[in-house]
């Protein structure tokens, strides 16, 4: 894969306590940081376009939320054990969205 593609792995937790894991070309990780640092300058939602491997692309979503308003999001767990039965049954992933 050409080296100027921003190419970008977020692996997210299965369940409580888990680690997550953000792997990327040097290009990919500058152009999170930057998005992150956007978000937060900004107080705007960020959108950058990243790349898996297997030339895929996806958006980022980077909301910068109160710790309040952090309570209307689901847990971000993929393994549904992890998930509590409201978000299994009745929310969206992530509940609120951008």
């Not at 040097?26 to 491997?53: C, I, M």
């Not at 952090?70 to 509940?95: G, L, Q």
Request: charged share 25%; glycine share 6%.
């Amino acid at each position: 894969m050409d080296e100027s593609i921003s190419t970008l792995h977020i692996y997210g937790p299965a369940a409580y306590h888990d680690a997550v894991w953000i792997v990327g070309t040097t290009d990919a990780l500058q152009r999170l940081r930057d998005a992150l640092t956007a978000a937060l300058a900004t107080e705007s939602v960020s959108r950058p376009t990243f790349f898996t491997n297997d030339g895929e692309g996806f958006h980022v979503n980077i909301v910068l939320e109160s710790e309040a308003g952090m309570d209307e999001y689901c847990v971000p767990y993929t393994a549904d054990y992890a998930r509590p039965i409201e978000d299994r049954f009745s929310a969206r992933w992530p509940k609120k969205s951008p």
